[in-house]
């Protein structure tokens, strides 16, 4: 006959030191599974003599029962011990800095370009705009380049390759060109009225765009922006030109005392033509705008060449005008100090992130613009 009692105390220790859940599994298997221990006993009761079975058949049961409810109860400290210790590995701990994140920011160059677009539209320019691909015409014949004049070479142009036409197109190396063709633009009366009233005399335009040169070294990169700005009306002279230059320069960088220095030039496509140059301080190893004596070139501009009027189909003793270019770049360098104008376009985000700027930034005090 089995020590039901001995049996009864042996399980219920073992269930009591089960370790884990698994080990507590094999305990039940061996006791209460098809062939347990347990289960055995039961089915010996169908053997058994009725007597024998009043007997024997409560103690079995109940043998069951409590080995039953010694695993349930074992079973559940286990499981709520599972849960703690998972509980303290996977804390989440509320006081850590959450890990940064990745924001965008705004190129210098783009920045710049918004402060430059935001001064010139308060002065009343319209922006205007042309494509990358220029032809011979437009970036040099029109703009009064004599044919085969070495200064088509001194832009170090990106020519094309001959198209099926046997024209060489170019990467425009100036933004000069636009001004052609908003002035023939304006001459176009096949256009629809309101583009062609557009862009008729009077004209204050400003263009914005890349331009193209195969050069490179700290100041110069092989593309790089300007900012052309042209004036088309009757009786305009220099003193406009200088006027606004002078006041874009003093709401740029956002000082009244910038000196600025007109300097005699030569460009085709304007006579009489000057480079602009703004005072600085070069002495501290960087350069500071507004300071010192020294003075840096900023841009070329003068009065349109009539060639260049006639070239657009404008009568040179009706309009006269102002032109202007100006490197985006350069003067983004010198407002920001950005030391290589290389690494501007190196695409390097840690670059990116060291001189971009936030999208949402405050209101820009110059401009009152965001
Ligand atoms: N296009 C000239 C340049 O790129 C600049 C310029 C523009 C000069 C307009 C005069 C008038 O150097």
Known sequence: MTDLTAMQADLSARVTAAADLAALEAIRVE????????????????KMSPDERREQGPKINGLRDAVAAAVAARKAELEAAELDARLAAERVDLTLPPPPERKGRVHPTMQ??????????????????????????HNFTALNFPPKHPAREMHDTFWLPEDANGERKLLRTHTSPVQVR??????????????????????????????????????????????????????????????????FIR????????GTRF?????PFTEPSAEMDVQCDRSGGSIKIGEGTDFLEILGG??????VLRNCGLDPDEWQGFAFGLGVDRLGMLKYGVPDLRDTFAADTRWLEHWGFSAFQAPNPATGLS
């Open 31 to 46: 006791a209460l599974g098809k062939q347990g221990s347990i289960s055995e006993l039961l089915k010996s009761l169908g």
């Open 112 to 137: 710049v370009l918004d402060e430059m677009i935001a001064v010139f539209a308060e002065m009343g320019f319209a922006l205007a705009e042309g494509p990358d691909i220029e032809d011979d015409f």
């Open 263 to 267: 300097r005699p030039h030569h460009f």
């Open 251 to 258: 709401r740029f960088f956002e000082s009244e005392n910038v």
């Open 302 to 307: 003068g009065m349109v060449h009539p060639n």
């Open 182 to 247: 908003v002035m023939q633009q304006g001459q176009n009366r096949s256009l629809p009225a309101w583009i062609a009233q557009g862009q008729a005399p009077p004209i204050r335009v400003i263009v914005p765009g890349r331009v193209y040169r195969s050069d490179s070294d700290a100041t110069h990169t092989p593309m790089f922006h300007q900012l052309e700005g042209l004036v088309i009306d009757r009786n305009i002279h220099m003193g406009h030109l200088k006027w606004t230059l002078d006041a």
